[in-house]
């Protein structure tokens, strides 16, 4: 008989990555492209379809479900809606779609739920019963577990902690608001400081060398890394961002830890140590030293695993 | 055989409501005490458990436990923990105090809490899953519940809502930051903006009529109800402030319902169409039209009725 296998597919507003996953958590296929290369979902799908079966041939498996992670994703509806980071715009009935085309069932969650899933099956968060997930990327997503179940509220849409508005009259967002918490802090947010703050300060740093379009969260952080002052205050600025988010969010959700995961996560304790100083400044006294604020020990594919862990879900139902 | 009951006790920043309520959430007996009347939570005890006594005695009832709802009070501990508006300062094991005292175990949660087990009892939540009850007291409390369950965090501090800062370098708050959401939405919130306001500007109010000290939230309610132009742009100010700090919370957990609830809340319309207004234009696009805002159904004793139903759940462990 086959292995059974279960696709997981995380879909980020750049990359895509798309995973046969069995069901002790082994990744036996995997392969990314580029979610941009795609103007229709169904282009997407088309594709997505093409390297599903190719893999299923080269592994000799049997496909039996599928999840998908993607950013503004609702699980009860199926559907992508509205997301401000991705190519295909409005509702988007992605998981009818995968369906459809593969003849498989199909389940669809949050691209940040799916990375809380995958840390509450397959990392630190085993045995945790309260935690999030921040996941820095394109955007930033957030996904949270309260009594050791993944929040989705009411209407699938919890966890959109990167659309809190931390600054009135701030940054414009994808969402069409101003000040969102992503806009500051996420790849495309610290890229944003860095062409702000170069073309208004006369400040000497290594990321002059390259032209203002050029530069990326993975350049800041490379420049941060050799200790580059700039980048090291890009780090600083955001990290304060980002912790006056979190210290907030404590005080509605209390978790005990705090997960960092994507890009811009990948720049360590150069995020996390200036990160860790604000939050327990910014902390309601009831919650200082109680909330772990920490980088993901997992690899890049936590999001591959958890949408596979919803695929299994939905497989042995 | 004796009616069998339990104590719901209700702690307000200013006023504490002590109850005896049936299996059936009908209050048999009721008393109302100041809590500012008690400089220890000893001697607030000593009293409280007078008041029981005497209640048990004149409806012939047998208690068999109680429940607290109070400021900042932890569910897993048992105690009041660093309440900014409370006399009693520090860690207060009050659970302990109260079942030595009465020989009864007694079971202790956030007052905001209290309120929202009320009215998934007994309230419009009853059919409910993802829902919160926002407390508009002395401070504003808020008590989420999520799954169809009451949603505690890690350490039993989770919905400390009044204590996400809103305003970078804010005003001063009880718990020693600046700009926490209760400074300016509260009874006490709404009567410092007037206090600001009335020094600094030369407006026509009847709020001039009395000394500046003795302006209260109920005068600004009574005043704007008879149209008082001042006491109704301070409704419009605490409103904005509220629903930006609900437009940013519902990104997180994602409720179907708020309910307002508590004193500042009896001003009614005057308080929740302005409220309405701008939590329509601060929300998220994928949340719009979908969050009910309204205020709670349920008398002054929701939180009484919220606090027995814990003690009831404790007694018939």
Redesign the interface.
């Known amino acids: 008989m086959k292995t059974e296998v279960v696709a997981g597919i995380d879909i980020g507003g750049t990359n895509t990555r798309i995973g046969l996953v069995d069901k002790n958590g082994v990744i036996l296929f995997s392969e990314n492209t580029s979610t941009h290369a795609y103007d229709t979902p169904e282009k997407f799908v088309k594709d997505a379809a093409r390297i599903l079966r190719e893999g299923v041939e080269k592994t000799g498996t049997s496909l039996i479900g599928i999840g998908v992670g993607a950013p ?1 994703a609702n699980y009860y509806s199926g559907s992508i ?2 997301a401000p980071n991705m190519p295909w715009k409005g509702i988007v009935p992605l998981a009818e779609l995968i369906s459809k085309e593969m003849q498989i069932n199909c389940k669809l969650t949050n691209d940040a739920k799916a990375a809380a899933l995958g840390e509450l099956l397959f990392g630190d968060a085993k045995f ?4 999030v997930v921040i996941t820095l990327g394109t955007g930033l997503g ?1 996904g ?1 577990v ?2 050791g ?1 993944v ?11 990167g ?3 931390i600054e009135h009259n701030g940054r414009l967002c994808g ?3 101003k000040g969102c918490l992503e806009t500051y802090v996420s790849a495309t947010g610290i890229v944003n400081t860095a062409k702000e703050w170069l073309e208004f300060e006369g400040e000497k740093s290594e990321l002059k060398n390259v032209s203002i379009d050029q530069v990326t969260g993975r350049l800041i952080t490379e420049a941060a890394r050799r200790g580059d002052l700039f980048a090291l205050r890009l780090m600083d600025f955001t990290a304060e961002k980002l912790a ?1 988010a979190l ?3 404590v ?6 830890h705090i997960f960092l995961y994507g890009g811009l996560a990948k720049a360590g304790d150069l995020l996390l140590n200036p990160a860790k100083k604000y939050f327990d400044e ?1 902390i ?4 200082k030293g ?1 909330v772990e604020l920490k980088l993901s020990g997992l690899p890049d594919n936590v999001a591959v695993l958890g949408a596979a862990a919803l695929g299994w879900e939905e497989a042995k139902r």
């Not at 929040?151 to 902690?161: I, K, R, S, T």
């Not at 005080?251 to 005990?256: E, I, K, L």
């Open positions: 503004s809606e509205f945790l019963r309260d935690f957030s949270f309260v009594n179940e929040m989705y509220g009411h209407d699938g849409f919890a966890g959109e902690l659309h809190v508005i969402c069409g608001r006056f210290a907030n969010m005080a509605v959700t209390s978790p005990s910014y309601l006294r009831n919650y109680k």
